[in-house]
């Protein structure tokens, strides 16, 4: 829907009293179990207690009024992630070893528990699935820029982008699974579970850890990429110069792994 299509709520007392009353009448309409395409104006302005007059006066359509709902949670959301993008590595390495939460952390899961009679269902299966993506695409851009400095390899973006894609959908996916299990947890002790679990990997918790290069590992994957591509197409002026360069950096990772395997352990003799 485009902007100018939107007729604007009136922001007086009387008129935002009754925006709050619809807002809680919609949430109420899907925690009955009421897929949000299904509903409808009738149904909000009976459990608000307020007229169908009420409502239009408001907002021009139904669309419309859950395009407000939704812009005012992702704009509270975008304000608390701003205040976690900006955190270094190394001030949340120093949370983590005081057994706190990444700053700003808490505040953003306590709105999220505030807010989780809207965020659930609309999140559920059968809320809005464009709101889930827009949810997801906030969390990726705000903090795209900050993960992605500092990384110089032309390599890293592909490896980079499924990383954060899977990070995003996993931190998602948690606060997603609290908010439906009636958030039983504080917000304070899934903040610090959560600044923890994205550190952990799966040996980790076996005590069996394993350390990947992943500097080393992305130039491999780009140079797998680059071959499979110029095999199905002729390559690109720019393409035909990085391929020998990455592929030639592949194949000398490869070649001194695959010597050291071969030559003998002088230590263990």
Not at 54 to 82: G, N, P
Not at 85 to 110: D, F, K, W
Request: proline share 5%; net charge negative.
């Amino acid at each position: 829907m485009s902007e100018d299509s939107r007729r604007k709520p009136s922001t007086d007392k009387r008129s935002l009293r009754s925006q709050e009353l619809l807002r809680r009448a919609l949430a109420e309409e899907l925690q009955s179990g009421v897929e949000l395409s299904h509903v409808t104006v009738a149904a909000l302005t009976r459990r608000a207690g307020l007229t169908r007059r009420t409502f239009y006066s408001h907002y021009k359509d139904i669309a419309q009024f859950i395009d407000c709902v939704e812009d005012d949670i992702l704009a509270h959301l975008r304000e608390l992630f701003s205040r976690i993008s900006t955190r270094t590595l190394s001030e949340v390495y120093a949370q983590i070893n005081r057994h706190e939460p990444c700053p700003g952390s808490v505040e953003l899961l306590s709105y999220c528990k505030d807010n989780a009679d809207l965020m659930a269902p609309l999140m559920g299966p059968g809320g809005d699935p464009q709101f889930d993506k827009r949810v997801s695409k906030l969390a990726y851009e705000m903090i795209y820029e900050r993960m992605f400095s500092g990384l110089e390899l032309p390599a890293f973006e592909t490896f980079f982008n499924f990383y954060l894609i899977s990070f995003v959908a996993a931190e998602k996916g948690i606060v997603q699974a609290w908010l439906c299990s009636g958030c039983k947890e504080t917000p304070e002790m899934m903040a610090r579970l959560m600044t923890v679990i994205a550190f952990v990997r799966p040996g980790d918790l076996y005590g069996e850890s394993i350390d990947v290069n992943v500097p080393e590992y992305a130039q491999i994957l780009e140079g797998i990429k680059q071959l499979a591509q110029g095999e199905k197409e002729e390559s690109s002026p720019a393409t035909a110069v990085m391929t020998p360069i990455i592929l030639h950096g592949a194949e000398r990772v490869l070649r001194r792994k695959a010597q050291a395997f071969m030559e003998p352990d002088e230590s263990a003799q």
